[in-house]
């Protein structure tokens, strides 16, 4: 098992170069991209709940005090496909792609009462080209590129109060492209302007957990009586981040069709030093239950994104908020019947995206459907494994029916491996 598992993740390296970028989305232009999500796979099918959610089994980055849960050292690899349909007034538009959502590693170091985390996982995506014809000009505007963050974090609990904390390295490239071409007809130059902005630099998230527990467990009802309460906060305050950027505009003709001979650059720069100001967020919610039977839980979240500042000042941008519900139920863990130890799972979301186009903040909303399957449990080497399936339909919308609309599918796997290291042998 663990060799399988160590084969998956390497595969899924070696293609993420090619498959990171999310479907193309013309609202990834703005600020940093379209925000990849922090929640892993055990949680997305919950419509995403983080703050009051922990596991023994699981990992939950999204709020570091959950670290203090883990009983078993935990691997955690995931990936997703996507599916983005654009539609305006007058047309529409399909984009597909794939990628790696994360790699993870999770362990106890006291057992019950503190835990380590650390992994990889994208940051943002930037991914668009589109294209305006008119009579004798053509305008263009594109972009592409990623960001990604190495994280690591622990956590401590102390009774039932748990206090963690994560430190991440974020780092990668994005590229913009804009222009305009003119008809021979004209006799003007075509123009463009091109900008390479590198980012790299540290950020940081605080959580704090309470869990306590409504009903006991008993002997005659073994882990299904077993009801607890878990509320959690996590958030960060506002962070720099460094960039070094080259830009340039250029004049240029074709001599044929493909051949493009640059005459002039009026305006250029290189290793241009700047900061990019990532403003501060916070998200506060609970769960009730006990994730062997059934458990629910309810999220908000928020970020302050009218203070985001970038070097190249790529659109203004709102607040962004959300409250996602979700809940999940496995019939009876200790059944003997397969469906009956699957945990089923289904959540949604509403709120406001970071995006303000044409005067319009964009509405985003969603729902998510998904099972974790338990593919191994073997109690006498302590190891057992389990398969995320996640599926999320969602869409990103104006108030105005005439701007574009983005509906956007996702598929999510994630694969999970328990194992118990560092046992103390009993006999030698």
Do not use: C
Not at 236 to 242: N, R
């Amino acid at each position: 098992m663990r060799k399988f598992f160590l084969l998956v993740s390497f595969l899924l390296l070696l293609v993420s170069n090619q498959l990171s970028a999310q479907a193309t989305s013309p609202y990834s232009r703005f600020g940093l991209g379209s925000i990849r999500s922090d929640v892993f796979s055990t949680n997305q099918a919950m419509g995403g709940i983080s703050a009051g959610y922990s596991s023994t089994l699981g990992i939950n980055h999204a709020n570091p005090a959950s670290y203090s849960e883990i009983a078993w050292t935990t691997f955690e690899v995931g990936a997703n496909l996507n599916g983005n349909t654009l539609r305006s007034k007058d047309s529409s538009y399909n984009a597909f792609s794939g990628g790696v959502n994360h790699l993870a590693i999770g362990t106890p170091i006291l057992r019950g009462k503190m835990g380590l985390s650390f992994g990889l996982l994208p940051f943002s995506n930037v991914n668009y080209n589109f294209v305006q014809t008119f009579t004798d000009t053509t305008k263009f505007n594109s972009g592409k590129g990623s960001l990604y963050q190495f994280y690591i974090g622990t956590a401590y609990k102390w009774k039932g109060l748990s206090l963690g904390i994560n430190a991440g390295y974020v780092f990668g490239k994005l590229d913009y492209t804009k222009g305009f071409e003119f008809t021979d007809s004209l006799g003007l130059l075509n123009v463009r302007n091109a900008s390479a902005m590198r980012v790299n630099g540290f950020i940081y998230n605080i959580g704090l957990q309470y869990k306590t527990r409504i009903k006991k467990r008993t002997n005659e009802n073994g882990l299904r009586s077993d009801i607890n309460f878990t509320a959690g906060v996590y958030g960060a305050s506002a962070v720099k981040l460094t960039t070094t950027t080259d830009a340039y505009w250029q004049r240029y003709y074709y001599q044929n069709q493909n051949a493009v001979t640059v005459l002039d650059e009026p305006d250029s720069s290189v290793n241009k030093k700047g900061k990019i100001n990532l403003p501060m967020h916070f998200g506060a919610g609970f769960t009730i239950g006990n994730e062997t039977w059934w458990i629910a839980g309810v999220d908000f979240r928020y970020q302050n994104w009218k203070k985001y500042t970038t070097p190249l000042n790529n659109g203004s941008l709102g607040d962004s908020w959300r409250i996602s519900l979700g809940a999940g139920i496995v019939p009876n863990i200790e059944s003997k019947s397969f469906l009956s130890r699957v945990q089923y799972k289904l959540g949604g979301y509403y709120g406001k995206s970071e995006i303000i186009y044409a005067g319009n903040h964009l509405s985003e909303f969603g729902g998510t459907l998904g099972l974790s399957i338990p593919v191994k449990f073997n109690p006498i080497y302590r190891e057992a494994a389990r398969f995320n399936l996640t599926a999320e339909i969602g869409s990103r919308a104006p108030a105005d029916k005439n701007l574009i609309r983005e509906n956007y599918y996702r598929i999510t796997f994630g694969f999970t491996l328990n194992n118990q290291w560092f046992i103390r042998r009993k006999f030698d």
